[in-house]
Each structure stands twice: as C-alpha cells, then as structure tokens.
C-alpha cells in the first residue's frame, strides 16, 4: 500500500509551523518503510496549472536520430539529423502546445516559407544542406539503450517538447507533406535538442531571444514572451476568452471571444489622454512596442474586463465608419485613431466605472457620440 496525502488549500504558502508538524507527523509514520507521501498543492500551483491549459497537454515524442552527438556541460542537449517526416507528423498533432514557447507560430506561405517548401520538394535529398535547421526545447530527454556506444542512429524519449526556432521550417515541412509525403519522408532536417533539466529559471526565455535574432523577427514578436502577455493570455482563458499574440497563419476572428494583441495594442493608445499614442497607432505602431510606451500601455493594473471593453468599444466605431457612404467612409477611416480618442476622452470616466456596462453603452450613448463626431470630422474636412 502507497498513500499520498494531498493538502490543497486556497493560500500562497503553509506557514512553517504547520509545514514542520505535517513533515514530523509523516517521518514518524513512515518510521520502518516508505508508505505515505506528501505533497502542498497551493494557490500558485493551481494558477500555473491554469496556465499551462492554455496551450494545451505537454507534448511527449520519441525521435530516432542519425549522426548524434552530446553536449553534456553545462545542460544536456544532443544533436543529429531527423527525418522531414517525423517533423511534419509532429507538427500535424501538436500545432498549438508545439510552438508555445516561441516568439511566434508558423505564419503561413509567404515568399520565404514558399522557398522552403519548393526546396524540400524540388530537391529532398540535399534539403539537409539548404536548411539552417530547428531547435527544440523539453523538460527531460531519456536516451535509450538501443544501439549503445553507436551514433549512427539513436532512440530518444523527449518530455514536454516545443520548438523555440524554426518554426517556420517546421510549418513548410508539414505544408510540403500535404503535397507530397513521400519525398518529405526521404528527406533530413538538422535538429538540436536542449534539455531544460537543472538549467536556471527563464533559461528558455534566454535561448529563443539568441535563436531568433539572427532571423528577421520584428519588434512585436518578441513581446510574446513578456510576462504581461502571458498574465493576459491565463486571465483571457480563465474568463472563458481566447487572447491571441504571437503571429500564425490562421485567420482572425474577431467575435465576442477572440482578442488580438494588436487591436489591443491600438484600443489602449487611443484610450490615453496622450494624443501621440493615438498618432503612433496610425503612422509608427511598433514605437508602441517600445519599453517606455509597452509599459504604459501594458502594465500589471491592465485588466481583462477593461481590456475587453476599450476593444469591443474600438470595434464597433470600426463597424460604424465601414458602414458610411464613399466619401466620409474615407475621411473617417483615415481619422479612426481620432475619433476613437475623443469618444474613449468624452466617456472615460463612465469606461472606468467597475459597474459599466459594455451593451448599454454601445446601445445608447456609443450610438448618438459616434454619428455626432463622424458628422463633425466630416464637416471640417
């Protein structure tokens, strides 16, 4: 018999008295042999259970790889070539969870990725040779026995595996499979493998910013890692919503349950007092990814209903304007930062109220301040 004990509790921490006497209690109890385990499962542990939901199980793989080789110091990572095949079947079952920790997911076939694509399909068997390769992080990686003190081919066992570089390869590899899987099977990518086994906190974090530097990455990508993100990213799924951030190449739909950074990137410049963030939103909306002005817009205070509301209120001015006749749809469109500004100004305090609500709002006072200022903008032009 084996029992565990589980104390769950609605707090950060036990304190340290009662943590002793529990301890003490299960040391005595397990005086002539180990029967009963112990384990604290708080608030934080809960939470960041909650987080990793969002992204779906752990992924666990098992790779044959060919021409290995090891870096055991200072954190295991090996290395080899892979079959295209085995990497388009992974991506195939694990798209989200596969590309979580990456600054962005497989983004679609743009010209570069149409490269990759015709290059693994025009010519397979030097796809090794054209390709800079992927690189992968787990938790843990078990390599077996088989073929030991060998290294033209090794078995290996990874444990929560998501690819932090090459995501981009990875997509193209599964597009190309679609096409024509067996010469994506004949063909061989370079991988390497980093394990995350006692290496520090945020070591991860540290190896896809390096990874992906040398790659053209923009300025809004790599803000999938900040912490604000993935606070809101937890916050958004707790409240039954979806918040999207990195880039990939499904098509946005904006309905009462799918947010996009961007849009609240610019629904949170328009709502400042300060009119240049609504300028930046139309000229320069990466100098609202810079740290002074990310910061003022994405701080720990953001929260998800607010959030929510400026998003839903920024929509529907959208809408509005789209549904104008020819000339003061133009005029309005280029002027939407604008008007957006004066509407979020003229009811910021109502906006700001924890009993706001979102569909009064739009019904009654949206609709009279939006036709008003439209009229007004249009007139002056």
Known sequence: IRIEIILAHSGNFLSSDIDLLIREKIEALNDTDEVIFYEEYNLIKAYNDLKEAVNGEPINAEFDLSNWGIMDEP?????????????????????????????????????????????????????????????????????????????????????????????????????????QPEKVNNSHVFIKIISLENAPKDFDKLITIASNTQNKIEKRDFISLDEEQNRLISEFYLSNLFYHVKRDDLIENKDNKNYYFEEATISLACFQDNIDFSTYAKREIGKLWDDDNYSILFNSKLSVRFLVNIILIFREIDTFIKSLEDQKRLICSHGIYLISNIIFDNHKITILNPKFNIDNFIKIDFKDDIYRICHRVTEVY
Request: with cysteine.
């Open 75 to 179: 954190y295991k990572s090996y290395y080899g070539t892979i079959s295209c095949g085995k990497i388009a079947e992974l991506s195939e079952n694990n798209t989200k969870r596969l590309f979580s920790k990456n600054l962005r997911s497989f983004i679609g076939i743009n010209s570069i990725n149409f490269d990759i694509v015709k290059s693994l399909l025009n010519n397979p068997q030097n796809f090794f040779y054209l390709n800079n390769g992927i690189v992968l992080l787990c938790k843990e990686v078990i390599k077996s026995a088989y073929n030991s003190g060998k290294r033209d081919v090794g078995k290996f066992t990874l444990k929560d595996v998501s690819i932090i570089n090459g995501a981009q390869t990875v997509g193209s590899i599964k597009y190309a499979f679609a096409k």
